[in-house]
């Protein structure tokens, strides 16, 4: 089985939200199971929504706060790390890793100086934005507009891109070795970040729109330009971002009653369908892993963290080798780190 690193969850905030921690089996993502299913990286995003009264900036300081607790309370299991030697150090060790994330640029409230404390804080990698607007650019859902009776997710913004604050976020990101993250960004926003960059980016957990036509998916242009400069997508197990729903709604409404795991090997295949469209797409470089778990609703037959045979077994259903199959679980992902971190802080 291979070595896997995880480019996103949101199990940081349900802990936050709910007072449980890694160790708790509620939860899609644990220490024993990133243990049991061979991780090695598990990226943890610090969630921010903008919500009615409350402070981005505060929001996230909290979040923060809560992941360091995480990494004191499991400090012989799981360590922070922000760049590859120290990877590597901790696979010596038999440790995991947690790569830490931000996934909502209003966290920052159009400063730059607050950007720095998140850098200095070891956040390495930062999603422009969630499904708001802010200061940084624009989304492709946007919870202002959907209840909208034009709104639609499956038609794109093509228009809203980034902000000159943004051009001048993306500018600033790459110079202190911190990864641009373009899941949630507007079809616009990609391009703008595509137009003003030179590294690799990624798309930490969006799939493929031709597989599935959800507007959270990549089109397969954007794929293609995203391979061309050496970035990564991850595979997102999101239902809505797997399935068409055309395709939900038959497996909900199938007659035959299959066991959890027909359920988990039909969802697999369905990712390996995507992978392998990715891949053919943008080639083989530009795929990894971005679950989603804890951010995601639960449904029967969602990927296992502790069960990733299941996909494995899948993608090799899909005429994957197992060299290209240790690439989409770990090496795309690695190759990125090593090309985009620096292993100072600046």
């Known amino acids: 089985m291979s070595m896997i690193i995880d480019m996103h969850c949101d199990t940081i905030h349900k802990i936050w939200k709910n007072g449980y921690d890694l160790a708790n089996d509620r939860f899609m993502l644990t220490i024993d199971k990133m243990k049991n299913g061979g991780y090695s990286v598990q990226n943890f995003a610090l969630f921010v929504e903008q919500e009615e009264g409350i402070d981005c900036y505060e929001r996230v300081t909290q979040l923060l706060d809560t992941f360091h607790k995480q990494m004191e309370m499991f400090s012989d299991k799981i360590v922070q790390v922000t760049n590859v030697d120290e990877i590597k150090a901790n696979e010596a060790a038999k440790k995991l890793s947690a790569f830490l994330t931000v996934e909502g640029g209003e966290a920052c409230h159009g400063e730059i100086s607050k950007l720095h404390f998140l850098y200095e804080q070891g956040v390495r990698m930062m999603t422009l934005t969630w499904n708001y607007p802010n200061e940084l650019g624009y989304p492709n859902i946007n919870k202002t507009m959907t209840d909208n009776k034009d709104f639609s ?21 790459e ?106 797409v943008g080639g083989m470089g530009v795929l990894g892993l971005g679950s989603d778990f804890d951010g995601i609703s639960a449904y029967t037959g969602m990927p296992r963290a502790d069960r990733l045979d299941y996909l494995a077994g899948s993608l090799e259903k899909y005429g994957f080798t197992q060299g290209q199959i240790d690439n989409i679980f770990y090496n795309n992902v690695f190759r990125v780190y090593s090309e985009t971190l620096k292993s100072k802080i600046l």
């Not at 997508?233 to 395709?247: A, H, P, Q, S």
């Open 153 to 173: 997710p499956y038609i794109p913004n093509a228009s809203d891109g980034l902000t000159d604050t943004g051009i001048e976020f993306v500018n600033e990101m």
């Open 175 to 280: 110079r202190l070795g911190m990864i641009i993250d373009v899941s949630h960004l507007s079809d616009a926003g990609f391009y703008d970040v595509y137009a003003n960059t030179k590294k690799p980016f990624v798309a930490s957990h969006s799939n493929a729109r031709e597989i599935c036509p959800f507007v959270r998916n990549l089109t397969d242009d954007m794929i293609k330009k995203l391979g061309e400069r050496g970035g990564v997508t991850g595979l997102n197990y999101c239902r809505d971002f797997v399935f068409t729903k055309d395709e939900e709604d038959a497996i909900d409404n199938g007659v035959s009653k299959k066991s959890e795991e027909e359920y988990m090997m039909m969802t697999c295949d369905k990712l390996a369908e995507h992978a392998k469209h990715i891949v053919n």
